[in-house]
């Protein structure tokens, strides 16, 4: 189940007396090894599949460049380089990593994009349903560490300084690729626009006669459900209803705390609303880490952020 459901009309303090004669149309495709989806409101059906195809192309491009799954994407390519020097790298590339590194320095290393070996650990630990020894950890930690990467904006360039080094961008890279996406569909004439990808979401101009979007957030239990109404605005949430792996009676989730190597077991989701998806992407990551009262800090940094953290338990 998707963290984030999209409910048209079922919440009343959403509608409105207005309405035109906008279509509505939803089209889905797999991206980033879960399926994308958008809905939008266009006059036609031609309208609407042109603005499609060219937010699908665009979330293609980034999966392409941002995927640590592929290992001929751009950043795997980056990674096989480190501790060569300087690699020129793309102008999408150059911004997730710089919007990575701010979050790694705001968090003293909550978020951390090198955290890619631990993260393949617990990929295997999932599989395995064991948990990985304390040496190998020890090991995957050796090999990350945010301060390890320099960018060089002015050339277009980052640097690894170890050899052995993952980026994983998994923590900021569909929120980036929501808002690509929704830009895209502004660009082709569509603003009333919804993009969906796994756990993150952003929305643009409300849809005909309502006041904004409708989406509900499932918790375990239904009464801490949240309803909210949205217009150009992100939210993303993170927590462990899909990903993740009990051992010895202990349940361990998919985020891993790069400071100490080990899955989360404190079986919260987190929530946050941001005006774009790359922000409340990157925080909903960094305060499942942090907890709330540090996350609750750090979300206080940003303008017109909103977080919510809920139990996850029964």
Known sequence: MTALAFAAGLLGRCDTAAGNDLQRFQYTEVHMGMQARIVLYAPSESAALEAARAAFRRIGSLDAALSDYRPTSELMRLCARAGEGPVRVSGDLMRVLRRSLELARRTDGAFDPTCGPVVELWRRARREGRLPSTEAVREALGRTGWTRVTLYPERSAVSLSSRGMKLDLGGIAKGYACDAALRELLRCGTPRALVEIGGDLVVGSAPPGRAGWSIVIPSARRQDDLYLCLTDAAVSTSGDTEQY?????????????????????TRVAVSVIARRGEISDGLSTAISVLGAVRGRALAARYPEVQVYIRSQTD
Not at 245 to 265: A, F, M, N, Q, W
């Open 245 to 265: 792996v009990e051992i010895d009676g202990k349940r361990y989730s998919h985020i891993v705390d790069p400071r100490t190597g080990i899955g989360l077991t």
